[in-house]
């Protein structure tokens, strides 16, 4: 394999994955939120492709397709869930979203 | 001879010249996802982001899902969170920091322990042992090869796989109805 090693991929994929997590914990839009969720999982793609390209085995691509098909459900059920806020006048700030709170 | 090393060097450099490029790309697109204050430039923003992925995939020589992660997000995930941003119009907008000022503070220091703790492992307890490379077949990471791993090992990851995408079908659905019809009656 040419150009660098599998440590480099999985420095920018731990990288990447903490800039999602920045967004998710600093970010009050629920749109935001998502869009840094679908960053998460793609770095943590990253590793796994990575790790299949280390020792030649496919079950890491598999992996991450699954992880993939997660990510797709997850942005439907996501983006639901703001539709519906929002057709019940709701605001869309996470800080605000408190009526299940006890 | 000369010549053969000489295209090898070339060949190297360009691979460490996209893989630069791209890594760079991944990680300033992953950054302008979270700064936008206006969801629709970080919808975009999140396209570069899955564009360089792309390429990253393709370096490490998995061509078939950088593929899949092209159709499956370009094509169906973006576009949907486009559409959801355009229904909301300006009501999607947030300014950038939420929360008291502490609260931020603790986030960055959160996620910049994350990425600290394991890189420095990473780097430093895993590096040799992930410094050689397995030699791969020609076909690895192609579709056959894929498709084969999905219908024999990994059956039923593919079962549940499609069971789940049909349940978040539903719940899509569920979601995005209109007012059920007893709330409905019970306005009237």
């Given at each position: ?43 943590g ?30 942005a ?27 | ?49 899955l ?11 998995s ?17 949907m ?40 492992v ?34 039923l ?32």
């Open positions: 394999m040419s150009g660098p090693g599998i440590v480099a991929y999985l420095v920018v994929s731990i990288l990447v994955f903490s800039v999602g997590a920045l967004g998710v914990l600093v970010r009050r839009s629920p749109l935001i939120v998502l869009l840094a969720l679908e960053i998460m999982l793609n770095s793609n990253l590793a796994l492709i990575a790790f299949s390209r280390r020792f030649a085995d496919g079950d890491g691509q598999i992996f991450a397709l699954t992880v993939m098909v997660v990510a797709a459900a997850e439907v059920v996501g983006l639901g869930l703001i539709v519906a806020m929002s057709r019940q006048k709701v605001d869309l700030d996470v800080d605000k979203l408190t009526s299940l709170r006890g | 001879m000369i010549l053969a090393s000489f295209t090898d060097d070339v060949g190297n450099v360009l691979v460490w010249a996209i893989w630069v490029g791209a890594a760079f790309a991944f990680i300033a697109s992953g950054i302008a996802v979270i700064s936008f204050g206006d969801p629709f430039y970080s919808a975009l923003a999140l396209i570069v982001n564009a360089s992925l792309a390429v990253l995939y393709l370096l490490l020589e061509e078939f899902v950088a593929a899949a992660q092209v159709l499956v997000y370009a094509g169906a995930v973006i576009i969170f486009l559409f959801v941003i355009a229904y909301l119009g300006g009501r999607a907008d947030t300014p950038w920091v939420g929360g008291p000022r502490f609260q931020t503070v603790g986030a960055v220091l959160a996620a910049g322990a994350i990425a600290v703790e394991v890189i420095v990473v780097t430093l307890k895993a590096a040799d042992a992930l410094g050689s490379v397995h030699p791969i077949s020609a076909s690895f990471g192609s579709p056959a090869t894929v498709g084969r791993l999905f219908l024999s090992d990994h059956l990851a593919f079962e549940v796989t499609s069971i789940v995408l049909l349940v978040a079908a539903i719940g899509g659905v569920v979601l995005g109805r209109s007012v059920p019809s007893e709330q409905r009656a019970e306005a009237e």
